[in-house]
């Protein structure tokens, strides 16, 4: 019989993603919060994760072997702005799915962030203790701190840059931005100032279906490229692994950069590196490079 995954946020970005790659080996149960999401054999329900009792309720039902919380606002930006939803949906949302995941005894996933560091140019180690300024790092930073401390059966995955394909295509995602700017002959303006991994969030969703599989337990692992890029390096190496214009492609500066100077000499370099030989060693595997895992994605969304 196959293993109860339910995704909390399944037609969010990382969760439909997930779902993609668990589908075949899993049997899945979603939940939205107020828009139904109607996808092919996968039963959802509605649900607030700010309601504590409730989302207890709908776990007590369900009895997941897993918990997948796909729930939160991944924008340094727009958790800057907005800083109460970005607490509640990425840290008070977080805790309440991880309490259910221990009444009923399910091992909850998280899926972290390198920008719950300062950035540093070294690598970032695992054992390492959180550091950051940002509102988003910091609610991301407290889910860590609370599983590790108060959760009996969880798995952290900490990654760089997720990139992908979202479910719904009234908010898409980043790259998708990136890919209809190309499609458009547009020009297009992208940050040169934080560094960090990029990867296919597939992959990263391939490594968490082999980490349930093998029954993984209380275990934060990096995951993230081999390699390091700002977004204005990563739409370059796009352009020509998918062969575009890369004249199209212009720098600016991002929401976490210290200088507001536009004098490219005066830009500060900021690098979130994340060590990633645990997972490696652990698995057995080695972790692409950017233009690999892009690679990967043209011949994946070709296909699709």
């Known amino acids: 019989m196959k293993k109860t995954v339910l995704i909390f946020g399944v037609s969010s970005f990382i969760g439909s993603n997930i779902l993609d790659v668990l589908k075949n080996e899993f049997r899945i149960i979603g939940t939205f919060h107020k828009t139904p999401v109607q996808i092919p054999g996968i039963t959802c329900f509605p649900c607030d994760v700010l309601k504590k009792d409730y989302v207890s309720s709908l776990v007590g039902k369900i009895r997941p072997d897993f918990i997948i919380y796909a729930v939160g606002m991944s924008s340094i930006r727009k958790s800057q702005i907005l800083a109460r939803l970005s607490e509640n949906l990425n840290s008070t949302g977080a805790i309440n799915c991880a309490s259910a995941s221990d009444r009923y005894n399910s091992k909850f996933i998280y899926i972290s962030s390198a920008f719950v560091f300062k950035p540093s140019e070294n690598l970032f180690q695992e054992s390492e203790t959180p550091l950051t300024d940002t509102i988003y790092g910091k609610s991301v930073c407290s889910v860590e701190f609370h599983l590790q401390r108060s959760c009996m059966n969880y798995l952290i995955l900490r990654s760089g840059q997720l990139y992908g394909r979202s479910y719904n295509p009234i908010s898409p995602h ?14 297009i303006q992208v940050d040169d100032a934080v560094q960090t991994g990029f990867l296919d969030v597939q992959m990263m969703a391939s490594v968490l279906k082999d980490l349930l599989l093998m029954g993984v337990t209380n275990r934060l692992f990096h995951i993230s ?3 390091f890029m700002t977004r204005y390096e990563f739409a370059k190496t796009y352009a020509k692994v998918f062969k575009r214009d890369e004249n ?8 976490l950069s210290r200088s507001e100077n536009s004098k490219e000499e005066e830009r500060s370099l900021m690098q979130f590196k994340l060590d990633t030989s645990n997972i490696e060693d652990f698995l057995k595997i080695k972790m692409f490079t950017i233009e690999d895992s892009l690679r990967f994605s043209l011949k994946r969304l070709t296909l699709s």
Do not use: H, T, Y
């Not at 199209?248 to 929401?255: D, F």
């Open 225 to 227: 490229s081999k390699d």
């Open 248 to 255: 199209l492609i212009q720098k600016s500066m991002g929401v």
């Open 174 to 187: 980043w790259f998708e931005s990136l890919q209809s700017k190309f499609a458009k002959n547009e020009p």
